[in-house]
């Protein structure tokens, strides 16, 4: 056997050594009496050294048995070693916890990924993506690659872009998701498409983003949403019986509109009980002036949330929760508490009793618990509400076990976005309305829906879909209402309202996060945990130092002159930078 030296036991006369690769470990015996000049190599080898040794597998003695290994009943007594590779002294402990920092990690990502956390996690990723890959084919689907060097479109994320050094001046953009290239494969009648697909995007980062990310990546003509769906559903079934999650699975539906107003979020999280409550129709006639005003303007809401045992709170906890009430968008946070049959609020003296017991009621609020209250445009009053939902849930113990998928649809088509000064897609400009809302597209284009779906396990997204455009007259038609006219749609998107006049099928599909699949399965907290080599939060690559500098000759070659940005005041870059 060959492997790595995991731990090392001399108990003064014979030596313990598990051996370890990716399958596992196994305890190997040195006994001096057997084999002494194994013994005598034992004496010498450290953690992390590679060695190869040459035994017996046998049987432990009954009381040496350890029934928490699976294969704690043996072990191999040694009849000759060799040492195949030296290994310093490694910056961490090679373990299920390493204690080590995450950035000291990454930074030795090769002997990270040593630990069995991550050979675990990257096993199951493995498993997971040939799972995929038999059930689409299954399926009828073929696996077709698309680009990674395309052009950069807009309506999206940031770009990462590449420049040219044949076409002087010139980018190609890596893919932020094949979207218009499986479009296009399915109006050249492939009909059923997947890809296992590698997509970049420059946008700030978090636990649950990468710059470059996987998706599975699915494409499906001459269907509606219910076909996608129950492919998806179906493809899922089978992760989770890989990933061993046994017991029916159940895929839950909201629209839109009803995940916002109930849990303020269009990812809700179902574990968690506590459900916003619209309360707006108690301050209608209300004397706290505020509140009232904000009830009687169209497309205002007043949503509550009711905290079990909120009432025991100090002013404190309340100023913390208000504060990132407002840093999800809302003007404020007005809070209740009930105890004794007695409110205490700042606004307790504009409402007067009757009002405070009504909102109570409306709530079901119960002595000992507090009430907080938010009043803005309805979205904006859910999805603030939503977010104090979220942290409280997990502060607070309100998350219960189990999956819980729930598909959202119904989306809206469009958003207004004041960077643009104009509506953008909520997910993409090749999204189709739904039909009978076709004629809103000019008069009222915030009311139309989208014929999109987003898959969501506990509060987690995992994958967005739509039935795509394809008519050519309906694509203007929508870029005309995102304020995109006919020229500029030519120059950014000619290739596909041509090949959408060549007769297009009527298609759709979804891209699922495979990177947030395996987190999810495997139970972990971070992207990172599943992937071999990940970014930080910065986007930088600590164990290769990405990004680096291009040497003069690279940036010359590209046509390419860097200026670097100085401050205020400081000496201009040298010339030439």
Known sequence: MQGWVWHRRDMGGLIFIDLRDRAGFVQCVFDPSRAPDSHAVAHEWRSEYVVQIE?????????????????????????SGELLALAETPSFVIEEDSRASEDLRLKQRFLDLRRPPLQRALRLRHELGLAARNLLDEHGFYEIETPMLTRSTPEGARDYLVPSRIHPGKFYALPQSPQLFKQLLMISGYDRYFQIARCFRDEDLRSDRQPEFTQIDIEMSFVTAADVRQVTETLVERLLEVSGHSGQV?????????AIDRYGSDRPDLRIRQELCDVTEAFVDSGFRAFAQAAALEGNAIKALRVPGGGAWGRTRFDKLTDEAKKAGAKGLVWIKLNDGAFTSPVAKFLGDAALQDLATRTGALDGDAILLVADEWEVAATSLGVLRSQLAAS?????DGMQFVWVTEFPLLKRSDEHGRYVARHHPFTNPVPEDLDLLEQDPLAVRAQSYDLVLNGVELGGGSIRIHRADVQERVFRAMGIEAQEASEKFGFLLRALTFGAPPHGGIALGFDRIVMM???????????AFPKTTSAADLM???????????LEDLHIAVRVQTEVGADPP????
């Open 521 to 531: 399965m495997a139970g972990l907290k971070s992207l990172r945990d599943v992937i």
């Open 55 to 79: 035994g017996k597998v046998v049987e432990r003695t009954p009381e040496n048995v350890n029934p928490n290994l699976p294969n704690g009943d043996i072990e191999v007594q040694v009849l």
């Open 544 to 554: 290769m130092e990405a990004p680096g500098d291009a040497t003069p000759d690279q």
């Open 250 to 258: 159940r895929f839950g539906e909201l629209s839109f509109p009803e």
């Open 574 to 577: 040298d010339e030439g930078v």
């Open 396 to 400: 607070e113990g309100w998350i219960g």
